[in-house]
């Protein structure tokens, strides 16, 4: 189940040619001409670019832990081919929970779940409302608001890639029956990037790769949004 509306924006880079061009489902060409001004395109832009570059180099911090050359980054990474978004989730008034918790029974405006890829960074407003799961205790803790701070969680992508070293974060929004806003950035490989468990490690797989357009459907099956 879902409470929220939300506004989904690829790399800003995709001309309509490009497009055309690249047999993905997932890369398109948007016309932000149509309902934004140039100047709110900009930043729409810029903003793109910064937590983009913020999240290479956070993915290449994890490399050089796994003692691997941090450029192999783009291997997996390629703008225009990146399935990368930045997204604006509103959730309204809420007349009621979109779900209950079966594991404390607390209400929710947003589904418990992980996400698909390696990283989202993410801004919330001051109702905040997210919370985070320890993985060992299976608590529940407050994701506070800060202004000159962004929450950075890990995804599955990530999970397969390091070997579950690195933990997808489990995480919910709570209920809350007034206006709330967050914009999660979500860092993604390219559509047609090779996932191998031995990607991150030194030690070779034996598993076999995948694509991560696959990779991708097969994860956002959970979704209500993807199931329509």
């Not at 989904?8 to 061009?21: E, H, P, Q, T």
């Not at 489990?170 to 047609?192: M, Q």
Request: charged share 25%.
């Amino acid at each position: 189940m879902n409470g929220k509306e939300g506004l989904d924006i690829g790399d800003l880079r995709v001309n309509k040619s490009y497009a055309s061009k690249i047999r993905s489902q997932y890369i398109e060409y948007l016309n932000l001409n149509k309902c934004f001004n140039k100047n709110a395109i900009n930043i729409l832009k810029n903003y793109f670019d910064s937590v983009y570059e913020l999240s290479e180099t956070l993915f290449k911090s994890i490399i050089k832990l796994n003692r691997k050359n941090p450029d192999i980054s783009s291997i997996a990474f390629s703008r225009l081919k990146t399935l990368s978004t930045l997204r604006f989730n509103y959730y309204p008034n809420q007349s009621k929970p979109v779900e209950i918790s079966k594991q404390d029974g607390v209400a929710l405006g947003c589904e418990t779940h992980v996400d698909s890829g390696v990283f989202t960074i993410l801004y919330q407003d001051k109702k905040g409302g997210l919370q985070v799961q320890n993985r060992n205790n299976k608590k529940w803790y407050n994701v506070p608001f800060n202004k000159n701070a962004l929450i950075v969680n890990t995804g599955r992508a990530l999970e397969f890639l390091s070997g579950s070293k690195f933990k997808a974060t489990n995480h919910r929004v709570l209920w809350n029956k007034s206006k709330r806003l967050s914009v999660p950035f979500f860092f993604e490989p390219s559509y047609d990037f090779k996932m191998n468990k031995s990607f991150l490690n030194l030690k070779k797989s034996s598993s076999k790769s995948q694509i991560y357009e696959k990779f991708l459907n097969q994860s956002l099956k959970k979704f209500i949004e993807y199931q329509r």
